[in-house]
Nanobody, 125 residues
Framework: QVQLVESGGGLVQAGGSLGLSCAIS????????MGWFRQAPGKERDFVAA????????YYADSVKGRFTISADNAKNTVYLQMNSLQREDTAVYYC??????????????????WGQGTQVTVSS
């Protein structure tokens, strides 16, 4: 099993920055891809960013490209999401997720096997 715990959410003004962390524990050897998703009230859970756990290639939703950065510290078993130039539309609960065996990096929530509990990010104008 793999356990994921997000931290770092909060309230920030539009144009500001916020960093999220996802601490990973358990059988990390089973992880192939780490991803970040977000879900706003009344909306579906959307892909934000992803990367291979043992690689460097990164993947982003068009809406966050150039503003958000996903990274990982394998030694610390932690994945990060640095969010810059935040907009009100970025307000959502952000979830960390892990998957085990997809050949291509997945961007759909159903492709991921493990989820954190989520952390709230609120961007005020």
């Amino acid at each position: 099993q793999v356990q994921l715990v997000e931290s770092g959410g909060g309230l920030v003004q539009a144009g500001g920055s916020l960093g999220l962390s996802c601490a990973i524990s358990g059988r990390t050897s089973r992880i192939r891809t780490m991803g970040w998703f977000r879900q706003a009230p009344g909306k579906e859970r959307d892909f934000v960013a992803a990367m291979r756990w043992s690689g460097t290639n990164t993947y982003y939703a068009d809406s966050v490209k150039g503003r958000f950065t996903i990274s990982a510290d394998n030694a610390k078993n932690t994945v990060y999401l640095q969010m810059n130039s935040l907009q009100r539309e970025d307000t959502a609960v952000y979830y960390c997720a892990a998957e085990r065996d997809r050949v291509q990096v997945p961007t759909t929530p159903t492709s991921y096997d493990y989820w954190g509990q989520g952390t709230q990010v609120t961007v005020s104008s």
